[in-house]
């Protein structure tokens, strides 16, 4: 695998508010040059450490692949390196993917 990026939306919150589902709030980043060999939950954390973020704090991370536009169907909760080898291929095929985090205040 490749270099792939991460487009990062952090310190929002999901919401039905509009129906459908959104992510409201916050703000985004791209992370690039992420190593496909080494992707992993753990390396998403050290990630979101940058960004200012503690592990404790972050009860969920969801991602979906950037074309699909129904977030209710569509978002998957990253948790196993089965879902780094998905995110993996939804880069490959569209140069990133989407992740959400879900954070404490």
């Known amino acids: 695998m490749g270099y792939f990026k991460v487009k990062v939306y952090h310190g ?34 050290a990630e979101l450490k940058q960004l200012g973020y503690v592990e404790e704090n972050i009860p969920s ?3 979906k692949d950037p074309v699909a536009k129904d977030m209710e169907k569509n978002l998957k909760l990253f948790k196993t390196d089965a879902d780094s080898i998905e995110m993996c291929r939804i880069a490959e095929l569209r140069d990133h993917v989407e992740l959400y985090v879900v954070h404490k205040v």
């Open 12 to 45: 929002g919150w999901f919401t039905y508010k509009n129906s459908p589902l959104e992510y409201v709030g916050g703000e985004t980043t791209v992370i690039e040059e992420i190593d496909g060999d080494r992707w992993s939950i753990f390396e998403a954390y």
């Open 61 to 63: 991370l969801w991602f």
